[in-house]
């Protein structure tokens, strides 16, 4: 670390603005190389945080484009350390020329996340901070957004920390007595330990609980349409879709293959998956799709059964029923309100039921508002845990703190209950990035674009 990086911050397509960023010691003195100030003043002269107007010149000296230049002077900067920014017009073409010019005057290219990267190993953030940097570039919904800006700004260290706290007080506590027997250091309890341990035990419990709403915020509902042939799942997830994204006819076993279409519904974003018609047959191809149907329910966070209104329920249609109740959420859509309707939501085995009409859309707005009171994330507040890596991490730590209240219930000495705490506390680190190792670091910053 430490030495000067360079890259383009923005997508490498045209638009108004580009930006060319720089972090590192003597950055300063490199962007002196490219950029000359309308004031005449060289960079470390500039007052810091302010728009500076000048231009660009490329490596040969002449003038790429007007821009605005800004430093950052360390520690009070995104990496930490000296950074600046250059704000040119869009070009591509401009944004290659300025970077060039910038590698031709000492700076080395930026690898994917290092700024980021620096932010971490600086101590301007910490892991959590930092992988929610990558969810807010990625956040693809406003929900998405809110929650990890609020994690950005340290919303789920903070929940956190106090358990990591609480843990490492409880271990220096009975290392201090240990180490220093003739100091008068407050007797070690165990009932006050294992009252530590169970409410750190909680605490990281109902983390791991807010792990189902906040994979679902970040990576959508994972939602299937499930039901008998020609009960109208294509012609709903059209009509929700807002265009004709599968093929519809009147003939029975269309679709013979899984089609996903990713779209907002009451919004929340909803990888939505249209299935075959469930149903015996044999036809091999067509067996193959009911299978994929089959396994598309079982997977699903969310079910969404359709049947033909306008028919009586039939055997396919009961079959479609129990695949669809394996889902974790299930509703039942009774389609073509627009005819004469013969089933009834009395007649499904669902706690929720909607009327629709793939046709004219009518019912459409309250299967959304359904969807969204199951699937809605509530307050975007950044407490809850939406990343697999945090996720396992906290598995991992509540089954060691598990180990150590029953070694503690079961007798064992203070010591050997503690082994077990110091993995969780280990555990609880790795969150954060206080214990990370350093290639779960590297892995971790390799899914960031360069220039951030």
Known sequence: MGS???????????????????????????????????????????????????????????????????????????????????????????????????????????APGEFTKRAFLNGKMDLTQAEAVIDLIEAQTADAAKNAASQVSGALRQKIDPIYDALVDELAHFHAELDYPDEEIEPFVLASCEKTLQTCRDALSALQQTYARGRVLKNGVRAAIVGSPNAGKSSLLNALAGYDRVIVTDVAGTTRDTVEETLRLGGCLVRLLDTAGIRETADAIEEMGVTRARRAAEQADLALFVCDGAKPLSSDDFAAIAEAQKARVAIGVINKSDLVSVVTAAD?????????????????????????????????????????????????????????????????????VLVDAEAALESIGEVTGRTVRDEVVSRIFERFCVGK
């Open 4 to 110: 000067v990086i360079a890259a383009i911050a923005t997508a490498q397509v045209p638009s108004a603005i580009g930006i060319l960023r720089l972090s590192g010691d003597g950055c300063f003195a490199v962007v002196d190389r490219v950029f000359r100030a309308s004031d005449g003043k060289a960079l470390s002269e500039q007052t810091p945080r302010t728009m500076i107007y000048g231009e660009l010149l490329d490596e040969n000296g002449s003038v790429l484009d007007r821009v605005l230049c800004v430093k950052m002077p360390a520690p009070h900067s995104y990496t930490g350390e000296d950074t600046a920014e250059l704000q040119c017009h869009g070009s591509p073409a401009v944004l290659a020329a300025g970077l060039q010019a910038l590698f031709a005057a000492g700076a080395a290219a930026a």
């Open 348 to 416: 499904l085995p669902f706690a929720e039921t909607v009327a629709v009409s793939a046709k004219t859309g009518e019912g459409l707005a309250e299967l959304e508002r359904l969807v969204a009171a199951h699937f809605g994330s509530g307050d975007c507040d950044g407490g809850i845990v939406t990343n697999a890596r945090q996720c396992a991490a906290l598995d991992a730590a509540s089954a060691a703190l598990d180990r150590a209240l029953a070694a503690l219930k079961g007798g064992m000495t203070p010591d050997a």
